[in-house]
């Protein structure tokens, strides 16, 4: 399978535990975005990058949270000190820069903070 | 702000046509429209898009009105498996703005 794929998909962890996400995004795509999504709502854009470079981030973006794509191919999503909000399913997609952009979405990581 | 509007939830009777609207009646002349499936506990499923001419794939058909303000997302023949959250978005088609604004979505059912 040569979708986006994200690891772990599932994570529990306890209030004010540190926890990390990886994302591989398609190969030849070179964009790369951080969605988070909790019950009942659409995704939200948390931030992207192009190859290394992170070009955007939301407000949602806490100083907590980081991420990174330190050589243009896979991401890592961080989130420190996490609380009981940060508790929803983090997505992550991939696109390639010419086109008309369409994203292809990977399965999740979903997050509970206990 | 997702800038356009979809029904919260519609049925549709397995093997007849599900047709999701969605208005965007604020649509600019370099946006797209883009719809996304999502399937309980899986991540958005890309369908179709467009900009202003009606377009076919192997999954839907994808009928925007001639002044661009609404469109149609059409499943010639629904199934269980078509059983989503469905999300129409508009995009700019510019440099430097590619994130999606999600809204809330149409739960389509398709029924037995």
């Known amino acids: 399978d040569t979708g986006v794929s994200q690891n772990p998909r599932h994570k529990i962890t306890k209030r004010g535990q540190n926890v990390t996400f990886r994302c591989d995004p398609i190969?030849?795509?070179?964009?790369l975005y951080w969605y988070r999504q909790t019950l009942g709502q659409g995704p939200e854009f948390l931030t992207y990058?192009?190859?290394?470079?992170?070009?955007?981030k939301s407000r949602l973006l806490s100083d907590r949270f980081s991420a990174e794509r330190p050589k243009g191919s896979f991401s890592t999503l961080e989130i420190q000190r996490t609380e009981q909000g940060d508790s929803a399913m983090y997505l992550c997609?991939?696109?390639?820069?010419?086109?008309?952009?369409?994203?292809?979405f990977g399965p999740g990581t979903r997050l509970t903070v206990t | 702000d997702a800038k356009t509007t979809q029904p919260p939830s519609m049925d549709c009777a397995e093997g007849r046509a599900a047709n999701l609207p969605c208005n965007h009646s604020?649509?600019?002349?370099?946006?797209?429209v883009y719809w996304y499936r999502q399937i309980h506990s899986q991540g958005p499923q890309y369908i179709i898009h467009?900009?202003?001419n009606n377009e076919t794939n192997e999954m839907a058909s994808l009928i925007i009105t001639e002044d661009r303000k609404s469109s149609t997302l059409i499943l010639p023949h629904a199934t269980l498996r078509d059983t989503a959250v469905y999300y129409c978005?508009?995009?700019?088609?510019?440099?430097?703005?590619?994130?999606?604004?999600f809204g809330t979505g149409t739960r389509l059912k398709v029924l037995a």
């Open positions: 997609a991939s696109s390639l820069s010419s086109g008309t952009y369409e994203q292809y």
């Open positions: 190969s030849e795509h070179n964009r």
């Open positions: 990058f192009q190859n290394e470079a992170q070009l955007e």
């Open positions: 604020t649509i600019s002349g370099n946006e797209y």
């Open positions: 467009g900009l202003k």
């Open positions: 978005i508009v995009r700019p088609f510019a440099a430097g703005t590619y994130k999606y604004i």
